[in-house]
């Protein structure tokens, strides 16, 4: 996640299920370790957030990210011979 600058605010480095909960791995601000749990009341909290416009687009945000993260992993791959 970025600031509008392109500063790294946090890398999140995994999102596992503990239970009923969802447990988020990750570094704030590029050295901050942490660990951050989210409740079903904290994961409908921000479901509500969300906007129609913004839940509705979704699912293009999903498939746009996964091509560009295979173009990327294919880019860096040497090509065979």
Not at 3 to 8: D, L, N, R, V
Not at 28 to 36: C, D, E, K, R, V
């Given at each position: ?9 946090m ?48 699912p ?22």
């Amino acid at each position: 996640m970025l600031s509008k600058e392109g500063i790294e605010m946090m890398d999140v480095k995994s999102i596992q299920r503990e239970g009923e909960r969802l447990v988020l791995k990750g570094k704030i601000m590029g050295s901050m370790p942490a660990t951050i749990y989210l409740r079903p009341e904290d994961v409908w909290a921000g479901w509500q957030l969300l906007p129609f416009s913004v839940l509705a687009v979704l699912p293009v945000m999903l498939f746009k990210g996964f091509r560009r993260s295979r173009k990327s992993a294919a880019a860096q791959t040497p090509a065979a011979h």
